[in-house]
């Protein structure tokens, strides 16, 4: 049995996705309920469950992560006006799918605090 997550049938080509940039070490993919006019989820090629098992990777790897997040975003055209990035880690953090993802959010005025 499978425990492929829905991101990894992402990656892997098997489902559908809208994605607005590949290379090597992400994907990068419009989310299926945006939360804001631009709604955009990156997910490493390198396989973590979740933001706390950065911890235990390498330091170069986090740092290609946290680069193509941001060469996602000012290639989204949201370097201007702004953006935010969210990382859900958890049942409390309200992580709803195992697999680390970035959120890009952008295209509007965001609310703070999260609730
Ligand atoms: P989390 O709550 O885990 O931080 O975020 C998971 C995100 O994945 C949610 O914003 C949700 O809308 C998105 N999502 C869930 N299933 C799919 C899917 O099949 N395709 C895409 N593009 N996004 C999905």
Do not use: C
Not at 56 to 62: E, H, L
Not at 83 to 105: F, K, M, P, S
């Amino acid at each position: 049995m499978s425990n492929d997550t829905i991101f990894d049938k992402i990656l892997k080509k098997q489902i559908p996705a809208a994605v607005v940039y590949e290379d090597d070490q992400v994907l990068a993919f419009r989310d299926i309920t945006p939360q804001a006019p631009t709604h955009v989820l990156v997910i490493p090629k390198l396989r973590w469950e979740r933001f706390a098992h950065l911890a235990d990777a390498q330091a170069a790897d986090v740092g290609v992560f946290f680069q193509r997040v941001a060469t996602v975003a000012t290639s989204l055209g949201l370097d201007g006006s702004g953006y935010r990035v969210v990382i859900n880690n958890g049942r409390d953090g309200q992580q709803t799918v195992e697999y680390l993802h970035a959120h890009i959010l952008g295209g509007r005025a965001l609310t703070w605090p999260p609730g």
